[in-house]
T-cell receptor, first 116, second 109 residues
């Protein structure tokens, strides 16, 4: 398997624009997580899905953020409108149910978002 | 809620041994994990402790004391390539996988 695939790897956009980040989890994994990483706040869990269903979105910072998982092989994280403080690296991670207890999650390479 | 505390930075020389501590507070507990992240890279899973005691994987060992809500990662025979950030993580009864603040390890020749 190619691992968790995220696109784009880098995104530079202007304030106010819509940004869509994409993630393809590892086939067969039941859990999908979206994280945001900044120097100040570390790795923050934004939202996670189990079997394509959003379970907990309490980490989503504002209504400007939304996430979907229309099927088991694809998820999106959308920011509309984007603001400079959204600049961060966004990671998607997936995990199989069999690794639930061991908490082993597989991360994509991340999308580095810069909002100017 | 859940929170994990780690030292922000640790330095050591090649060949040395270093210990990175993690204290946690969580509702429910499924064990403590450790992840490594090199600059510009993605976090990668290193180890997991579900029960008290020491788990060894090559040069790396991880320890857990559930009664103390404490664990550590022990890195032996340090190499330059071990320079990275190390995160502890827990999954509580909410299923969330929460990460600590991260410890930046710098290994000097």
């Amino acid at each position: 398997d190619a691992g968790v695939i995220q696109s784009p790897r880098h995104e530079v956009t202007e304030m106010g624009q819509e940004v869509t980040l994409r993630c393809k989890p590892i086939s067969g994994h039941d859990y999908l997580f979206w994280y945001r990483q900044t120097m100040m706040r570390g790795l923050e869990l934004l939202i996670y899905f189990n079997n394509n269903v959003p379970i907990d979105d309490s980490g989503m910072p504002e209504d400007r953020f939304s996430a979907k998982m229309p099927n088991a092989s694809f998820s999106t994280l959308k920011i509309q409108p984007s603001e400079p403080r959204d600049s961060a690296v966004y990671f998607c991670a997936s995990s199989p149910t069999t690794a639930f207890v061991s908490t082993e999650a597989f991360f994509g390479q991340g999308t580095r978002l810069t909002v100017v | 809620g859940q929170s994990l505390e780690q030292p922000s930075e640790v330095t050591a020389v090649e060949g040395a041994i270093v210990q990175i501590n993690c204290t946690y507070q969580t509702s429910g507990f499924y064990g403590l994990s450790w992840y490594q992240q090199h600059d510009g890279g993605a976090p990668t899973f290193l180890s997991y402790n579900g029960l008290d005691g020491l788990e060894e994987t090559g040069r790396f060992s991880s320890f857990l004391s559930r009664s103390d809500s404490y664990g550590y990662l022990l890195l032996q025979e340090l190499q330059m390539k071990d320079s990275a950030s190390y995160f502890c993580a827990v999954r509580g009864n909410t299923d969330k996988l929460i990460f600590g603040t991260g410890t930046r390890l710098q290994v000097f020749p």
